[in-house]
């Protein structure tokens, strides 16, 4: 078993360990309240590495549920020098639940999440309308979301509900920063769309 899942199997676990988290970023930015730009699933830490180093005015966080993806992630921060970013192994739920209130996220980016293809399993899909409502209550006012998926039927799904939410609207805003992560290698053929808060 993953060491992670583990040593923090209960909710109070995982909670004490993404409130020390903050905790602990809140020390370095000697404030209690900034706007964070947050990347949910964030792979190696590709992309979220590259834009962190070209914004660094910009408080960065990447979050991923696979250890070994974090564990590269934080190498490449590392390496890069990359003092305005964070990695931290949560889901997009724990993050939300337990992330203080007084911190607003600005961005979000959310590319090629787990398309859960089978019908049995779209309960397990990231964006639902709870979620968007979720992350919609820790925004700031017109932060911004970029969605790709190089899943046809769950990019419409997604499209779709955003659509549909009374916390978002879509629009035509362009992705602040291209670079090519591993996955978006891997997986060429992609749509994008961008949207947000109400």
Not at 6 to 24: A, C, I
Not at 110 to 128: A, S, T, Y
Request: proline share 4%.
């Amino acid at each position: 078993m993953d060491y992670f899942l583990k040593k923090y199997t209960s909710p109070k676990d995982r909670e004490g360990r993404v409130k020390d988290f903050f905790d602990e970023l809140q020390k370095k930015y000697t404030k209690r309240d900034f706007e964070i730009e947050l990347e949910i699933g964030c792979g190696h830490g590709h992309w979220i590495n590259a834009y962190s180093e070209s914004f660094p005015e910009k408080i960065c966080i990447g979050i991923d549920l696979i250890t070994k993806r974090i564990f590269k992630s934080n190498l490449k921060k590392e390496k890069c020098k990359n003092n305005n970013l964070s990695f931290l192994k949560t889901s997009a739920t724990d993050f939300l639940d337990y992330k203080p209130k007084c911190l607003k996220i600005s961005k979000t980016f959310i590319f090629f999440p787990d398309p859960w293809p089978k019908k049995k399993h779209h309960k397990r899909r990231l964006i639902q309308f709870s979620f968007l409502e979720t992350l919609w209550s820790h925004s700031t006012n017109n932060s911004q979301l970029f969605f790709r998926s190089d899943h046809d039927e769950y990019f419409k799904w997604s499209k779709n509900l955003f659509e549909m939410s009374k916390h978002w609207e879509l629009e035509n805003i362009d992705l602040p920063f291209e670079h090519e992560s591993y996955f978006q290698k891997l997986l060429p053929d992609f749509k994008s769309f961008s949207a947000k808060t109400l």
